[in-house]
């Protein structure tokens, strides 16, 4: 069963635009993980947020976390083409163990 | 360089024939885990070893098979008995799942 859903499933931006993704859970969460997937290719981790956290920074990356919500936002400042890729939130619950659950993925496209 | 490498990247698989696919880490991670992926989907879990010897069902295990001998080595075998196999089978590693997972770059398989 997948934990997290992705909103909107797709994106479209001009270049230099920010984007952002949206991820809603169900159960109680350890920590909450994004990843990026280039057509084609393996995930690549991008951040880790955990459950005390509500806000992490990496270089153009911002992550925000809303226990209370369910809930975790991706922001991608000043977009560029290379950033074209489907982008997805995981969950390591308290009840699953050492493991990720998958959301279903935001698809986006950064237009030149 | 350290990373997970999964072979072949395509393959083609006869109705009714088992066929087997890489997954090799030097990362020296204890966990493995086999995702796989249709297209526009999110990664469905199909088994997850956390030591050597030792490996669990995921959410879709039902015609597949892995074995875990070597820490670096974690091979999944599709069998006859997967009906529906034509999929992108992903491979990762972690150290554990608070620090994020290490994805290999898949494997397409289709069956002809």
């Not at chain 1, 169900?26 to 280039?38: G, P």
């Not at chain 1, 995930?43 to 919500?69: A, C, P, Q």
């Not at chain 1, 950033?83 to 493991?99: L, N, P, V």
């Not at chain 2, 009906?83 to 972690?94: H, I, M, Q, R």
Request: charged content about 20%.
């Amino acid at each position: 069963s997948q934990q997290g859903e992705e909103d909107p499933q797709a994106l479209s931006i001009q270049e230099g635009e920010n984007a952002t993704m949206n991820c809603s859970y169900k159960t109680s969460i350890n920590n909450l993980q994004w990843y990026r997937q280039n057509s084609g290719r393996g995930l690549v981790h991008l951040i880790l947020i955990r459950s005390n956290e509500r806000e992490k920074h990496s270089g153009r990356l911002r992550v925000t976390l809303d226990t209370s919500k369910k809930s975790s936002s991706l922001l991608i400042t000043a977009s560029r083409a290379a950033d074209t890729a489907s982008y997805f939130c995981a969950t390591d619950c308290e009840s699953s163990g050492d493991k990720l659950t998958f959301g279903t993925g935001t698809r986006l496209a950064v237009r030149p | 360089d350290g990373g997970i490498t999964q072979s072949p990247k395509y393959l083609f698989r006869k109705e009714g024939q088992n066929v087997t696919l890489s997954c090799e880490q030097n990362l020296n991670h204890d966990a493995m885990y086999w995702y796989r992926q249709d297209p526009g989907q999110g990664l469905r879990l199909i088994y997850y070893s956390q030591i050597v010897n030792d490996f669990q069902k995921g959410d879709i295990a039902e015609g597949y098979s892995v074995s875990r001998e070597k820490k670096e080595s974690f091979p999944l075998t599709v069998t006859s008995a997967q009906k529906n196999p034509t999929a992108f089978y992903l491979c990762a590693s972690s150290l554990t799942v608070n620090y994020g997972y290490t994805f290999g770059s898949g494997t397409r398989l289709t069956v002809v």
